[in-house]
């Protein structure tokens, strides 16, 4: 069972363009959501972050939108470059307990600039 | 770079054969968790281990063991190897704490042939 869901699976985006990716979680639970960046041959690196007591996070052109009540969160990349081709992962995760740091990931969008 | 280093980078194995990947973690780092991504199944929580204890438990398959020695190095060990099990391990470490990010090594790429 997928806890965390992602779409679209793949975008392409011409350079200076928006890119959107959309999550939706089921567990109210989680309360640590970050979205990783995975170029290939390389392991996953994260972004950027958002707990749910916040709506909005912003850095530099990277914004992550958080929607509690709808169970969704969203990645922005504000003016799209080449360089940020790559697979992008949203994650979920639980602060405390014995499940601490474990993430469950989304399945991946794969973005592509066109310069 | 990560800090978290991982060994092999590449393995390739008959089924059937067992193999062991190895993971550094980031210095001061407790925790190690491990992931399995496949197209598939896309990224998998394994195991995670802090400071030698098992943790967590995620979608291991019994074939499959880690453990985590006293100098916080993990190993994951893969046995009765499958065409299935070809895929990309990861290692990740982090410590507990408000502070949950997980930092990445850059994986063991499994081919079972």
């Known amino acids: 069972q997928q806890q965390v869901k992602q779409s679209p699976q793949s975008l392409i985006v011409q350079k200076g363009g928006i890119s959107i990716i959309n999550c939706a979680y089921e567990?109210?639970?989680?309360?640590?959501f970050p979205w990783y960046q995975q170029f290939p041959g390389k392991g996953p690196a994260l972004l950027i972050a958002i707990r749910p007591d916040v709506s909005e996070k912003k850095e530099g052109r990277f914004t992550i939108s958080f929607n509690k009540s709808a169970k969704q969160f969203s990645l922005h990349i504000m003016d799209s470059q080449p360089g940020d081709s790559a697979t992008y992962f949203c994650a979920a995760s639980f602060d405390r307990g014995s499940t601490l740091g474990r993430l469950y990931f989304g399945r991946g969008t794969q973005l592509t600039v066109w310069p | 770079d990560s800090g978290v280093t991982q060994t092999p980078k590449h393995l390739i194995t008959a089924t059937g054969q067992r193999v062991t990947l190895r993971c550094s973690p980031r210095?001061?780092?407790?925790?190690v968790y491990w992931y399995q991504q496949s197209l598939d199944q896309g990224l998998q929580f394994l195991i995670q281990y802090y400071n030698g204890e098992e943790r967590a438990k995620g979608n291991i398959l019994e074939r499959f063991s880690a453990q985590q020695f006293p100098d916080l190095h993990s190993e994951l060990n893969l046995s009765s190897l499958e065409l299935g099990d070809s895929a990309l391990y990861f290692c990740?470490?982090?410590?507990?704490?408000?502070?949950?990010?997980?930092?990445f090594g850059q994986g063991t790429r499994l081919t079972v042939v």
């Open positions: 990740a470490s982090g410590a507990l704490g408000l502070n949950t990010e997980a930092f």
């Open positions: 567990n109210t639970a989680f309360d640590y």
């Open positions: 210095s001061g780092d407790l925790s």
